[in-house]
């Protein structure tokens, strides 16, 4: 693996550390390594708790990357579940028997936050910043985020998130269950470590048990993903939407600095970059 880098703290403990490039871009190479990595978490036997986190102080995950390979994606045979490896992966990811922690600290939008609602736990520093931003450049969320979403702030407020394509705030997305609980970022580490612990120190049965049944009572429906994939290739790459996203590189798209410090608001903005050309 190249991406990411799995410490095994126990046997009961890992934590996995994402690294791509300057901002943490998901691509087609993070679908593949991310299926092997969920393999193996299901067939630890003693495995009770991971930990995601970043290389990058700046970015957990930014997004995926709009030049990513597309005929390469699209061309991906199914999962193991039936859907598309993207969508397999975070529905696996969601279902595995141990706990799944993502430690965000820094940027997560798109999907980097899909892969973040589909994990167990969301740990947030207080600088970090959170957002679904795919409706500001026309085309619709493919990974899951309506109806995670919808499960875990409620139907307005999903709404709110996905449709607004604005950018949350730690303390936002605590406030509205976006994300559980958010600690001040130095001491993010310590806090997610000390949680982390003390679940594995747990007996495995317990802690696999408890989380099939909340699983079994809140996961959304598995139909429903592919639906909302589909949709994202269908709009994600008409000339409207390659318009909009064309503006964004003009201004550091994908680039550390410019556009993807405030994507939020950024992309609110390409009525105005229109009407001036």
């Not at 970015?59 to 994606?73: K, L, P, Q, Y």
């Not at 000390?194 to 048990?209: D, N, T």
């Not at 099939?212 to 000339?239: H, M, V, W, Y």
Request: negative net charge; charged residues 25%.
């Amino acid at each position: 693996m190249t991406q990411f880098t799995k410490t095994e703290i126990s046997d009961s403990y890992w934590r996995i550390t994402f690294a791509n490039g300057d901002i943490n871009l998901m691509d087609v190479d993070s679908i593949e390594e991310l299926a092997d990595l969920v393999t193996e978490i299901e067939q630890a036997p003693d495995l009770k708790v991971v930990v995601f986190d970043s290389a990058n102080p700046d970015f957990f995950i930014a997004h995926w990357d709009i030049r990513s390979d597309n005929d390469r994606v699209l061309a991906m045979p199914p999962g193991r579940t039936g859907l598309h490896p993207f969508l397999d992966n975070l529905v696996r990811l969601s279902r595995v028997p141990a706990v799944t922690i993502s430690a965000i600290r820094g940027r997560t939008r798109g999907a980097g936050s899909e892969f973040a609602l589909a994990t167990d736990i969301r740990f947030a520093g207080d600088k970090a910043i959170l957002g679904q931003f795919e409706v500001g450049i026309g085309a619709v969320p493919g990974g899951g985020a309506m109806a995670r979403l919808a499960y875990l702030v409620g139907r307005a407020r999903a709404i709110e998130i996905v449709l607004g394509g604005d950018d949350y705030s730690a303390q936002d997305a605590e406030r509205i269950g976006y994300v559980n609980r958010t600690v001040p970022d130095a001491e993010l580490d310590a806090f997610v470590d000390a949680f982390a612990r003390r679940v594995a120190g747990f007996e495995k049965y317990a802690v696999a048990g408890a989380k099939q049944f909340i699983d079994d009572a809140t996961l959304p429906d598995d139909a429903g993903f592919g639906k909302g994939l589909e949709a994202f290739f269908q709009t994600a790459f008409r000339p409207e939407s390659a318009a909009r996203v064309a503006a964004l590189f003009e201004r550091g798209f994908q680039q550390r600095d410019g556009v993807e410090r405030d994507l939020g608001q950024r992309v609110a903005e390409y009525r105005a970059v229109a009407e001036q050309r």
